[in-house]
């Protein structure tokens, strides 16, 4: 069993930053494929970056250039980092976590962007 805990969701303006964590409680958290998704109100929970154990990192194109997904291998720790935050970037973020038929999620974190 995999506990994943999001932090450092909020309320920023438009152009603002945000960086969202993840913590997770894996063994060998290394050895997994982590990824942020996010869902909006009525809409589905989409891709928004992913980091696999070797530290290849993918970005949906509405992101790239602007998001930077890392992790931390010895603080079990992965990353998102925001930048010049749109008002359709605003949604619930999930931490996910994947490593063979195994898939885990967090419990989600607000993003509010607002003038």
């Known amino acids: 069993q995999v506990q994943l805990v999001e932090s450092g969701g909020g309320l920023v303006q438009p152009g603002g930053s945000l960086k969202l964590s993840c913590a997770a409680s894996a063994s060998l958290f290394s050895f997994w494929n982590m990824g942020w998704y996010r869902q909006a109100p009525g809409k589905h929970r989409d891709l928004v970056a992913t980091i696999t154990s070797g530290g290849t990192t993918n970005y949906a194109d509405s992101v790239k250039e602007r998001f930077t997904i890392s992790r931390d291998n010895g603080k079990n720790t992965v990353y998102l980092q925001m930048n010049n935050l749109k008002p359709e970037d605003a949604a619930v973020y999930y931490c996910?976590?994947?490593?063979?038929?195994?898939?885990?999620w967090g419990q989600g974190t607000q993003v509010t962007v607002s003038s």
């Open positions: 996910n976590a994947r490593r063979t038929l195994s898939e885990y």
